[in-house]
C-alpha cells in the first residue's frame, strides 16, 4: 500500500532508481484531518481509543450505514447518526476471542438496520406531510 501512496501523492515527481536507489519521491505533507467536516473519523478515533468491541460494531454499523446510503434509504448525513447510535448503544467488552467479535458484528448490524429502519420511516412521514401540505394548498386555490 505505501507505493500506490507514494506515487499517488507525488503527481509526475516520482520515478523508479535502480534497484539499491529504491523510490525517489516528492516528499509528502500532511494537515490534521477535519473531524467536523468528517464526523465519521470522529467516530473511528472514538472506536479505537476505546478499544474492545467498539472498532467492531462502528465498523458493522459504517458498512450497513453505507449500503443504505447506497440504496437510497438514507441520506449521507445521517451515516454518523446511525454509527453514533450503534456506539452508543454498544455496550463494550475485551475481545477474548473470534467468536466475541462476531458475535458484536452480527448485534450492531442488527442495531443499525433497527435504527435505519426509523430513519427511513421519518423521512416517509415528513415526505407524505409534506405532500399532504400540498394537497390543502392546491384545494384551497
Known amino acids: 500500500m505505501l507505493i500506490p501512496v507514494i506515487v499517488g501523492g507525488s ?11 529504491g523510490w525517489q519521491c516528492a516528499s509528502l505533507h500532511f494537515e490534521a484531518p477535519d473531524v467536523e467536516r468528517f464526523p465519521c473519523l470522529a ?4 472506536a479505537l481509543k ?5 472498532p467492531a460494531a462502528m465498523n458493522a454499523a459504517n458498512e450497513v450505514a453505507v449500503g443504505a446510503f447506497i440504496d ?20 463494550t467488552r ?14 450492531a448490524r442488527a442495531s443499525a438496520h433497527s435504527i435505519i429502519e426509523m430513519l427511513d420511516a ?3 412521514r415528513q415526505e407524505s406531510g409534506v405532500r399532504s401540505q400540498e ?3 392546491k384545494s384551497t386555490m
Open 94 to 107: 475485551p475481545v477474548t476471542n473470534l467468536e466475541v467479535v462476531l458475535e458484536t458484528d452480527k448485534a
Open 135 to 137: 394537497s390543502e394548498l
Open 11 to 21: 503527481g509526475n515527481d516520482c520515478r523508479v532508481g535502480g534497484q539499491r536507489e
Open 122 to 124: 421519518e423521512d416517509r
Open 72 to 91: 437510497g434509504r438514507i441520506r449521507m448525513t445521517e451515516i454518523p447518526i446511525v454509527i453514533e447510535k450503534v456506539m452508543k448503544g454498544h455496550e
Open 43 to 46: 467516530l473511528a478515533y472514538c
Open 50 to 54: 476505546a478499544g474492545g468491541t467498539l
